[in-house]
């Protein structure tokens, strides 16, 4: 069965870091531009981070500019958001999903029928 499966959640404090994985099964990651989507209780599943499968440009929203890192390693089929200085609002399920509709620049959305969504990894930062 092809699917996505995320990891690496948990819970932290303000200012700590975590890194998020995930790996794909069952078809080829790097086939598919990737993106990383978060929801928190009562609130809009907003993006995160991006990255283009051609070309390996990426996309951060605002308020995690220069604190979050999305990766790929295609040898494992797996991509990654590595989350440095964490900050309580950052507290949500952390999701990925293939493909997403992105430009290579500065706009990423997700597809609410797209191919593969993971289960999601919850991440809890604590003040």
């Known amino acids: 069965e092809a699917q996505l499966v995320e990891s690496g959640g948990g819970l932290v404090q303000a200012g700590g870091s975590l890194r998020l994985s995930c790996a794909a099964s069952?078809?080829?990651?790097?086939?598919?531009?990737i993106g990383w989507f978060r929801q928190a209780p009562g609130q809009e599943r907003e993006g995160v981070s991006c990255?283009?499968?051609?070309?390996?440009?990426?996309y951060y929203t605002d308020s995690v500019e220069g604190r979050f890192t999305i990766s790929s390693d295609n040898a494992k089929n797996t991509v990654y958001l590595q989350m440095n200085s964490l900050k309580p609002e950052n507290t949500a399920v952390y999701y990925c999903?293939?493909?997403?509709?992105?430009?290579?620049?500065?706009?990423?959305?997700?597809?609410?029928?797209?191919?593969?969504w993971g289960e999601g990894t919850q991440v809890t930062v604590s003040a």
């Open positions: 990255i283009s499968s051609s070309d390996g440009s990426t």
């Open positions: 999903t293939a493909p997403v509709d992105y430009d290579g620049d500065d706009n990423c959305n997700s597809y609410r029928d797209a191919e593969y």
């Open positions: 069952g078809f080829t990651l790097s086939d598919y531009d």
